[in-house]
C-alpha cells in the first residue's frame, strides 16, 4: 500500500497500462512535457517517448477522430480531454461514430478508445470548466461511462478502462484530485471490482443514497452527520453510470425504502432521472417515499462565486434525506 | 456600408461550372475528353493495352452496377442510393492506385472504390436496403465501412496512419491510408483538423477530394472562394488537381501520391476535378438548382467514353470487345438484382447485438421482453 493523491493513482494507472501494454498511447493537449493541467501525465513521455504519450494539436474532434482511426489500426488510445465543457467540439466522433462503430460493423470493427474528462465544479473556475455532461453519455448507447470517486478505484478503474474492448468515458472528479488514500498498486486487475459494478460505501438501513464522482465523498461526510441523528445511510458509489449497476441498486432500495440519488449535473434529464425511474419500476411496492434527486439547479453553471449554492453539499443531501421521512 | 452576404461569390481563382476549370489551375490531364492521350512530365504513365482495357472494363461494370442500384431504388427494394455517375474515373483511378495494404475510407459514394478493392458490390446494398449500417468487415479488403457524416472518416484515416507510423511500416515496403470526401466536406471542421494532423505529423495518408461541384444543392462557390486543392499550402503538403473524369490522370496523380505517403513523405491533397451527373440520392432533385445545360456540357467529358474513345482511336479494342464488357455488366447487375431481392431483413433480436462486446444486463432483459411481446402475438393467432 501506497498513500497516492487521485492525481497520482492515475498516472501510476496509465503508466502501469503503457508499460503492459506496446499498444496503449496517451494523447491530447499539454499531456507531454507539461503532464497536463492536472499533471495525470506527469512524466510519461519522458518515460515512455513522444509517440506513446502524444502533445495534439488544440482540436478536441481531432482527437477523439484520430483516436479512432488508431483504435482501427489496433492501437488502444487514452484521449484526455483538458475540461468537461471541451469535450462538445470531439460530440459528434464520440456519439456517432466511436459509440456506434461496432454495431455499424457488426461486430467486425472495434475501437477500444478511454476519454478521460476531468469534470465536476468547486474549484473556482471559469465558465465550461465545471460542468458534468456525464448524463449526455449515458444516454448513448454503445458507449460505456464511469467515474471514479478516489485513488484507490482510479488506479484500477482507468486500467480496466483502457483493458476494455467498448469506448469508455472515464469522468474524474476534478476537485478530488488532491484527496489521498491508500492505493495498491502490486495487486493486478483480476481481483478488482469488475469496472460495471458499484460499491457500496457506508452501510445502512434507512436510505439508500445513491452517489458518484465527487459527490461520493459528500455523501459519506453526509452519512457521518446522519448517523448523529440516528438514520444510518446506505451509500452507494456508483462507479459505472452506464451501464447501471441495477442489481446493487435495488437491492439497497428494497432494503431500505427510500432512495436518494446526489449528482452535480442538472437535475432534469440527468442521471438521477433515469434511476429513479428504474427503481420505480423494480421496487414500487418497498418504496416508502418517492425517489428524490438532489442536484444542480436546470440552469447552466454559474458563475464560481456562486457555485457552492448550485452544487449540492451535505446539508442538502441531509435535506433531502429528511423528506423522504416526511412522506 | 452595405454588405452582400447573401449573393454567389465568384472569386479570382475558383472554379466555374461549365466545367472549365479556372485557367491559371494546373489540372492534370493524361486523357482528353476526346480519347487523346496527353503527357504530363511529373506523371509519366505506361499501361499495356490490357491494362486500359482492364480500366475501361472497371468503368463499365461500375456504371452498371450504379445503374441496377438506382433501378432497384425506383422499384423499391433500396431506400436510397447514393449515385456515382459521372464519377467513375476519379474513383476507379484512385482504387487501382492503391497496393493492397494500403487502407481506404469511403464516403457512402464511393461504389467504384469498392469495387477496385475486391468487394462484393451486393454488399454494398445492405446499407442503402436498411438491412444493416455496414456490410462488411473492413479487414477483408482493406475498405472501411461508408460514413455517412460528412468529413468524420478523415480523422479516422489520419489517426490510422498515425497507427501506420507507429507500426513502423513508412519508408520501403510502407503502407498508407486514403481517404476519399468531397467538395462540401472541405467546409467541415473535421476534414481541416485531419489536415492540421495529417500534417503535424507527417502522416501516411492522401486526401483524395471529388469535387462534384456540388454538395446536394450547393455549388463550389459556397464552400470555397479558391480552388479546393490549394488549401493544402495553407496547411503546408501538396494539392494537386486532377482531372477526376481522365481515369489514366488519376490513377497516376494517386500511384504518385500514395508512394510518397508510403515513403514517409507525408499527406497530399488531390482534388479530383469532376461532376455528379446525377442527383445527390435518389431522394434528390436537381432541376431544383442547376440547369440542363451544365449537365450537357459535362457529358461531352464523360469518364467512361473517352476511354472507348482512346480504345477504338488507337484500334485496340473492337467491337467483340466491347460487347463481351457490356455481357459482364449486364451479369453483374444481375448478380446484385438477384441478390437484392433475396436479402433477408434481419431478425428483430439482431438490433441488440454489437452495442457492447458483451451484452449488458440492460440489453438482455430488453431482449428478452421484446421477444417475449412478439411471441404473445404468435399465442394469440395459434389461439385463433
Not at chain 1, 483504435?71 to 475540461?83: D, T
Not at chain 2, 505506361?46 to 472494363?57: H, I, S
Amino acid at each position: 500500500m501506497t498513500t497516492l493523491t487521485l492525481s497520482k493513482a492515475l498516472n501510476e494507472g496509465l503508466r502501469k497500462a503503457l508499460e503492459d501494454d506496446p499498444k496503449v498511447v496517451v494523447m491530447g493537449e499539454d499531456v507531454g512535457k507539461l503532464g497536463g493541467v492536472f499533471r495525470v501525465t506527469d512524466g510519461l513521455q519522458k518515460d515512455f517517448g513522444e509517440s506513446r504519450v502524444v502533445d495534439t494539436p488544440l482540436a478536441e474532434s481531432g482527437i477523439v477522430g484520430t483516436a479512432i482511426g488508431l483504435a482501427l489500426r489496433g492501437y488502444r488510445p487514452v484521449c484526455e480531454i483538458q475540461f468537461d465543457g471541451f469535450v462538445f467540439p470531439a460530440f459528434d466522433q464520440i456519439v456517432s461514430q466511436l459509440a456506434k462503430m461496432r454495431m455499424r460493423s457488426q461486430g467486425r470493427a472495434t475501437v477500444p478508445v478511454t476519454i478521460r474528462i476531468p469534470y465536476g465544479g468547486g474549484i473556482g473556475a471559469v465558465e465550461h470548466h465545471s460542468e458534468s455532461p456525464e448524463a449526455l453519455f449515458a444516454h448513448t448507447a454503445g458507449l460505456r461511462v464511469v467515474a471514479c470517486s478516489g485513488p484507490a478505484d482510479a488506479y484500477t478503474m482507468i486500467q480496466q478502462s483502457i483493458h476494455c474492448e467498448d469506448p469508455v468515458i472515464f469522468f474524474e472528479p476534478k476537485r478530488r484530485y488532491w484527496d489521498k488514500a491508500d492505493v495498491d498498486t502490486t495487486g493486478g486487475l483480476a481481483d478488482a471490482l469488475p469496472l460495471d459494478a458499484a460499491r457500496t460505501v457506508a452501510e445502512g438501513s434507512d436510505v439508500t443514497v445513491l452517489a458518484y464522482g465527487p459527490m461520493v465523498r459528500t455523501c459519506m461526510e453526509a452519512a457521518v452527520a446522519a448517523r448523529e441523528d440516528g438514520r444510518a445511510l446506505d451509500v452507494i458509489d456508483l462507479r459505472s453510470l452506464s451501464p447501471l449497476d441495477l442489481a446493487t441498486i435495488v437491492a439497497s432500495v428494497r432494503k431500505t425504502g427510500r432512495c436518494v440519488v446526489v449528482h452535480e449535473a442538472p437535475v432534469t434529464g440527468g442521471l438521477g432521472a433515469e434511476i429513479a425511474a428504474r427503481v420505480t419500476e423494480q421496487c414500487f411496492y418497498q418504496l416508502e417515499a418517492p425517489v428524490l434527486r438532489v442536484g444542480g439547479f436546470s440552469t447552466p453553471y454559474p458563475p464560481s462565486r456562486l457555485e457552492e449554492h448550485y452544487l449540492p453539499d451535505l446539508d442538502r443531501v441531509l435535506d433531502a434525506v429528511d423528506r423522504t421521512f416526511a412522506y | 456600408m452595405a454588405v452582400d452576404t447573401g449573393g454567389a461569390v465568384t472569386a479570382p481563382g475558383s472554379g466555374s461550372l461549365d466545367g472549365q476549370p479556372d485557367s491559371r489551375a494546373e489540372l492534370i490531364q493524361l486523357l482528353t475528353p476526346e480519347g487523346e492521350r496527353a503527357d504530363h512530365p511529373d506523371y509519366p504513365l505506361d499501361l499495356t493495352t490490357d491494362e486500359v482495357k482492364a480500366l475501361y472494363r472497371d468503368l463499365v461494370i461500375v456504371r452498371r452496377i450504379d445503374t441496377e442500384a438506382i433501378a432497384l431504388q425506383r422499384q423499391g427494394e433500396l431506400g436510397i442510393w447514393a449515385s456515382l455517375l459521372g464519377q467513375e474515373a476519379a474513383q476507379v483511378g484512385s482504387g487501382r492506385a492503391l497496393s493492397p495494404r494500403d487502407m481506404a475510407f469511403p464516403t457512402y459514394r464511393e461504389h467504384g472504390v469498392a469495387w477496385c478493392r475486391g468487394l462484393d458490390p451486393t454488399k454494398l446494398l445492405e446499407l442503402f436496403r436498411g438491412v444493416s449500417h455496414g456490410g462488411w468487415d473492413p479487414a477483408d479488403h482493406n475498405f472501411h465501412l461508408y460514413t455517412i457524416v460528412i468529413g468524420a472518416q478523415t480523422l479516422h484515416a489520419t489517426g490510422y496512419a498515425m497507427g501506420i507510423q507507429r507500426d513502423g511500416l513508412v519508408g520501403e515496403n510502407g503502407e498508407a491510408a486514403i481517404v476519399y470526401f468531397g467538395d462540401g466536406a472541405t467546409s467541415q471542421g473535421d476534414v481541416n483538423e485531419a489536415f492540421i494532423w495529417a500534417s503535424v505529423f507527417n502522416a501516411p495518408v492522401v486526401f483524395f477530394c471529388q469535387n462534384n461541384q456540388w454538395a446536394i444543392s450547393e455549388p463550389l462557390e459556397r464552400q470555397s472562394r479558391i480552388p479546393l486543392y490549394q488549401r493544402a499550402s495553407g496547411f503546408g503538403f501538396p494539392g494537386i488537381q486532377v482531372d477526376g473524369n481522365d481515369v489514366f490522370a488519376c490513377l497516376a496523380v494517386t500511384r504518385k501520391a500514395m508512394q510518397a505517403a508510403r515513403e514517409g513523405q507525408g499527406p497530399t491533397l488531390i482534388e479530383a476535378y469532376t461532376y455528379r451527373m446525377g442527383a445527390h440520392t435518389t431522394t434528390d432533385d436537381p432541376t431544383r438548382y442547376r440547369l440542363a445545360s451544365e449537365l450537357e456540357a459535362w457529358k461531352l467529358k464523360d469518364p467512361v467514353e473517352r476511354v472507348k474513345a482512346y480504345l477504338v482511336r488507337t484500334g485496340s479494342a473492337d467491337a467483340a470487345f466491347f460487347e463481351q464488357i457490356d455481357a459482364e455488366a449486364t451479369q453483374v447487375g444481375r448478380h446484385i438484382r438477384q441478390a437484392c431481392l433475396e436479402m433477408p431483413d434481419p431478425a428483430p433480436p439482431s438490433m441488440f447485438d454489437n452495442v457492447y462486446s458483451e451484452p449488458t444486463a440492460l440489453l438482455r432483459s430488453e431482449r428478452e421482453q421484446y421477444a417475449a411481446y412478439l411471441d404473445s402475438f404468435v399465442d394469440e393467432e395459434v389461439a385463433r
